[in-house]
């Protein structure tokens, strides 16, 4: 395939003095050669690939020198996107990237889209869908574990695993083919269902167990969405403040994503918190009389989890009962602060209100209690025993939809057999369910059932 060249200033993730710009495309070296002044002279379309060399950026139409820079060097085809890339290392500002990025621009290069990169190392073969997905989440992972699921799915972890059960309905199909055209028993459609039933069951199974993931998969690229709840006074912001401090807040410094003022990530041992409307809290101090119970309602409705603040140190009122009314059936964390002061609140009755939530004692002011509590919030989201790097997380809400169906076609196959439906229409569902999971890495586009089904197994001779 032919592309034009592409640049883009692409910030490593995390923190880091150095920015990069990094070309892609059949000009690449052409371009950075008119930009890069070397001791010896040296052309940058004359060293070895995958070479790094040291040198300046200058300005060609005014030879000023614009930063001083390590540039590599990779040729096509060994690079993420199979196209000559080169990578120009700045050491200086946000200003003198943007300078260079401007430069290579000026010098026949365009602007890449967001994921252009990713987008052609898919489009070139370097890798399939599900993996592009996945660099695209990694760009926005917020946690170090929904980094974890990313890279997982990026080495292809996803993608091997729904190989596996695409492979496995492949043979069923090219099995029943042949016991349709050479039948060596009497009765081939009892067989043929018996076959089918047991690998529904199998395809089933492990396509449930994906989407059970996906819950926590989405939790882990896109947070959990918290809100913290109480009467005014009883330490919201002060709670907010703590998670804030003791966890490093999460930092999105790509260049090109904004963060959303009204919200606040936190990572609380590897569970990514999104704060919800905590501006609000700050500013109003109480959401209930900040936008009226009835909004409020459905406002908690929508939260993932909910952090409840009570005063320990004052009498329980009608409003926290009426929280607990309102965010009954929920993950509900209970926190009672302030234990520093004397007690005042009816204990027993805040466990018998909290017997279905968790309950933990702070004194935010003398900063105890917060291990306790993130330690609920981690068992809460992992249960604790789930491990992250352990697992495929499916976690792209276009690859849960397809699992789920591909599941609904996998029913309809097992419902199909209950029935006694006749084979040729079983085949159906299946070869659907084969497809839509080849929606996941990409393949359908490419491949046919027919030309998989004669490649592998020979059919129709
Ligand atoms: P909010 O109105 O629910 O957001 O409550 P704030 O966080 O603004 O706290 C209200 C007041 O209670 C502030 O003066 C805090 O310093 C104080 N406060 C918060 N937590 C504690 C605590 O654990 N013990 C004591 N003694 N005071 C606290
Ligand atoms: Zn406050």
């Not at 060994?78 to 890339?85: A, K, P, S």
């Not at 919030?377 to 697992?391: C, T, Y």
Request: aromatic content about 4%; some cysteine.
């Amino acid at each position: 395939m032919e592309f034009d060249t592409i640049s883009a200033i692409s910030t490593p993730m995390g923190e880091g003095a150095i920015a990069i710009v990094r070309l892609s495309g059949d000009d690449s070296l052409a371009i950075a050669d008119r930009l890069y002044r070397s001791r010896d002279g040296r052309k940058l379309s004359d060293v070895a690939s995958h070479t790094i060399h040291y040198g300046n950026i200058v300005d060609p139409k005014t030879d000023d020198v614009v930063e001083e820079v390590m540039v590599s060097v990779m040729k096509a085809p060994r690079t993420f996107t199979r196209e000559n890339v080169v990578e120009i290392n700045c050491h200086g500002g946000f200003v003198t990237v943007n300078k260079v990025l401007q430069l290579t621009l000026r010098e026949g290069a365009r602007l890449a889209e967001p994921g252009e990169f990713t987008k052609r190392a898919f489009l070139n073969g370097r890798i399939d869908l599900s993996q592009a997905e996945a660099v695209m989440d990694l760009i926005r992972a917020k946690t170090d574990r929904a980094m974890n699921v990313a890279i997982g799915q990026m080495e292809g972890r996803l993608s091997n695993q729904i190989r596996t059960l695409r492979q496995s309905i492949l043979e069923t199909l090219a099995q029943v083919e042949v016991n349709i055209d050479y039948p060596e028993y009497d009765d081939v459609e009892e067989m043929t269902h018996q076959l089918f039933k047991e690998r529904a069951d199998y395809v089933g199974g492990e396509l449930d167990k994906l989407l059970r993931t996906s819950q926590q998969g989405k939790i882990l690229r896109d947070g959990l969405s918290t809100v913290i709840v109480g009467r005014p006074n009883v330490g919201k912001s002060s709670l907010l403040n703590a998670l804030v401090h003791e966890n490093k807040a999460i930092v999105t410094d790509i260049p090109g994503t904004t963060r959303d003022v009204i919200e606040e990530y936190v990572n609380v041992r590897g569970v990514p918190l999104r704060l919800v409307d905590t501006a609000g809290i700050r500013e109003t101090e109480d959401i209930v009389e900040r936008i009226g119970v009835e909004r409020s309602r459905e406002y908690l409705k929508k939260a993932d989890l909910i952090l409840l603040v009570l005063n320990y140190s004052d009498d329980l009122t009608e409003e926290d009962e009426g929280l607990f009314e309102a965010v009954k059936g929920m993950d509900v964390i209970v926190i009672v602060n302030k234990t520093d002061l004397d007690p005042k609140i009816d204990m027993e009755r805040v466990k018998e209100l909290s017997a279905n939530h968790q309950l933990v004692t702070t004194s935010l002011l003398k900063e105890e209690g917060i291990d306790e509590l993130e330690q609920a919030i981690a068992d809460l989201f992992f249960e604790g025993e789930l491990e992250a790097q352990d697992l495929t997380y499916v976690s792209n809400s276009r690859h849960i939809a397809l699992i789920e169906q591909a599941l609904h076609h996998i029913e309809e196959v097992k419902e199909a057999i209950e029935l006694n439906t006749p084979v040729d229409l079983i085949q159906i569902d299946f070869t659907r369910a084969w497809e839509l999971l080849g929606e996941i890495i990409g393949d359908a586009v490419h491949e046919s059932l027919i030309d998989q089904l004669f490649s592998q197994f020979c059919l129709g001779k």
